[in-house]
């Protein structure tokens, strides 16, 4: 895996400067970086430590003076952290997976692979899934029974794929995930405290003992794509019809996705986020880590939920949320200043009272 | 699976009309249905999209005229959400996991298997473990040495059960659950930070370096009949005792139960909810999404939590929680409509003391 | 697993008394003892149930009476909850895992084993991985390529263990983790509405579609001597350093941490504590269950964070959180306690606002 500094530039589409024929082996941070690492110094705070390390040549910013800062060799792309996308790609290593079909897995005689498709040590590929070409199933995988994977799919090792799963063309699963799993749904023979509850907004009537009957969930999953889905994350089956999740859009480790959820386009989903059963997310929306979200809710296009957001009622196109429960990131931040005055407040009606009725019995 | 709406209806204990030997393959959403199709149009504004598909028979709700909807057949049961209960039972496709003994799979000499066993491709099934009649052990499941299933239990893909662990009868384990995993439990030789910060609330006094000993887990888990567990989630193990899970209790994907915990019957415990170790809840409980529970508390029968609550303390029975930390919810409400009028008597506030005070330096 | 008395006070360093030849086999809570149990009576208000039980002897605590407990002999440790640790280890049955490499198991030919090391049934070593002396690679647990157990390692069942990972000794991994999935990295080649929100705070300007570019993770994951992991927990690998969990941390199920974070030694963090990207975390820490951090934040030594903590900026050393957003622990329940008199106060306003302005016309 090595590249000259003039291949990386143009395969980056950047600026090289200084001695293009230097050998690159690998990327390092600037206090890390040896002879033949390239060290990522995108900004000056990060150039400062280039001296702790060996670098001969780095990724530097707009304007930087690579002869001043002791190297041979730059690159200087227009925007360096989508440059790390690409430099990324370039010196990755990957899982090394044994290649083929391993002798070691189970794939049933009625399970259809492309060409060139991989399935790793100890994996399961049920009767009826079809695998398309170019897709690796990781060790130890499971794909169930009439699955689907398009082209080009990359799942790493403990993957569960349940029956009837579909996953597009290029999409990722990180360790553990596990797309298809039951929808939890359940129902009692009589109006629930629950449904009491919410009819009531907090009176669930008398509580006696309830009995839950089980709903199948006869839908599967939809996964659109070039997803990425994190590792062990979960999506449930839908009870009648698929839930989705729309191309391009990436879920982080521990997210869980209910039944009937559909979640639009290049939305990105942050670790352990959840998603109760059949709401509805829009495109472009970003969702930081924990946020949750009730069930059979809609969330517009572009929607951005920051830390632990929690979500309850419908959300509007483009707004930007903060806060349990969720309001607009301004008005959570207007109401967390006033809860922090209310010490003072209190003196201060606590002094007009004194004024205003001159005596303390009024207290 | 082909049913006719007579055969459905009956089973249903539903009324029927119209042509009742009409043929059922599936049952679908108005819009999606086909002409062997069930459509599941239970309410008005879900039979308004039927003309979108072409279902010749739905499920209507009490009153509703079947063929002013254009359809020749229809199904209406007296509790349309529950009769999805035994429709979706009807007509499951199930996992399809080949039946028997996989020959990949590992079962040691000293396990004992039930009449009508299966045990999934690459499964493990260790010394000293018994399957009861009728179980299924999904494949790339784990069960762990002197581990217990009951009949007629049904476990998916990855599932792993610890050693020594209890499972009822017709418990359902959703993929890449772990239950008996070791519980979180340690110990500092000295009395440790936390332990000053609980007694002093706040003040954790000097804040040193801590070695924490582990403390193992020699209890292990029972999970009572009809229980249901969730992908990915997590029950450790008990201390000394067993950590409990009552019969018919159904935990959500990514639920997390620290060791101790006894839960009652019938609860429905949603995705993510987390309970530390050694609490103990009741019967009939429903904690929505993301609950948070803290340790060593009490919560009675029939406490219902909406989605993110974080219980710190016990709660008594019936009580219907919301927020973070817990309040009834109507509490909740009230406060959240609080703050959100703050910023007029901030202004009402700045007022009253320009009245009274008359001139600016006050302030 | 038969020890005397006397032998397991020695080990405990603890006091004995009365008969120290009785033989033990096994600890209990009082009311479940058998007669060769060791009951855990360690406060009074646990002995008042050693009549239900048929205990001869006990874990009392200073000064308590074993004979008028009716009891043949106690054993007293300076700090019971202590000795727990030691009893536990001294009783614990373990996983029981068959001993040796398993036929079933596929390690590859270019691994190292160190002596005595055991690989579990259906597990998979990869090629270049290294496992250390003595240590246990659980049931279908999985060894990436060129990763590196050190010596004493416990991995349970169904481990994942990516590519280049690094296990220092004696690290213990319950069923299910995940250590080295990829990080959650994504970039627009243009800015992002997530950079325009940040920088704006809450605007998050025109909200059009983006395309999320992939940076793969070239770093891999380094987890400390003497750590534990716990059940499904995810660790994601470092984009170009390796995300490190120092020694003597402890990691609860389903926790979440980033790529690029560092965590110092001797923390705890409980179930589902959720870790953005590239944050810094020092030694002693404490985070309660549900925790959530901001990315590219730095956390002090000696923090605790109470349970549902959420963190979104820097924290000094030894400071005690609570809340969302984390404020001090002691701001956060004078806050709470301010807003639960909110209703008092717009009561007082009103008064105060009908006595200075007499009229209503003002309100």
Known sequence: ?????????????AQAFGDLSLEIDAVAEPQDAGTRDLALAMKPA????????????????????????????????????????????QFDHGESFPKGVHPSAFVDPAAELGVDVTVGPLAVVSAGARIGAGS????????????????????????????RTTLGARVI????????????????????????????????????????????????????????????????RGTVRDTKIGARTKLDNLVHIGHNVVIGT?????????????????????FAGQVGLNDNIFVGDNVIAGGATKIFTNVPKGRVLLGYPAVKMETHVESYKAIRRLPRLFKQVAELQKAVFKNAEND
């Open 266 to 286: 290049d939305c990105l989903i942050c670790g352990q986020v959840g998603m109760a059963g059949s709401s509805t997310i829009g495109n472009n929306c970003v």
């Open 1 to 13: 895996m090595t590249y000259t500094i003039e291949t990386i530039a143009r395969s980056l589409g």
């Open 46 to 89: 990060f150039a400062e430590r280039l001296p702790e390390g060996q670098a001969l040549a780095a990724v530097l910013w707009e304007g930087a003076d690579f002869e001043a800062l002791g190297l041979k060799a730059a690159i200087v792309p227009a925007r360096p952290r989508y440059a790390l996308s690409g430099l990324s790609k």
């Open 173 to 236: 699963v990180q360790p553990g995930a596990v797309i298809g799993g039951d929808g939890f749904s359940f129902v009692t023979p009589e109006q629930s405290a629950v449904e009491r509850t919410r009819a009531s907004l907090g009176d669930q009537g008398e509580g006696e003992s309830q009995h839950w009957e089980r709903i199948n969930s006869l839908g599967a999953v939809h996964i659109g794509d070039d997803c990425e889905i994190g590792a062990n994350a979960c999506i449930d």
């Open 136 to 163: 690796v199933v990781g060790p130890q995988s499971f794909i169930g029974a009439c699955a689907t994977l398009g082209e080009g799919c990359f799942l790493r090792e403990g993957v569960r794929i349940g029956a």
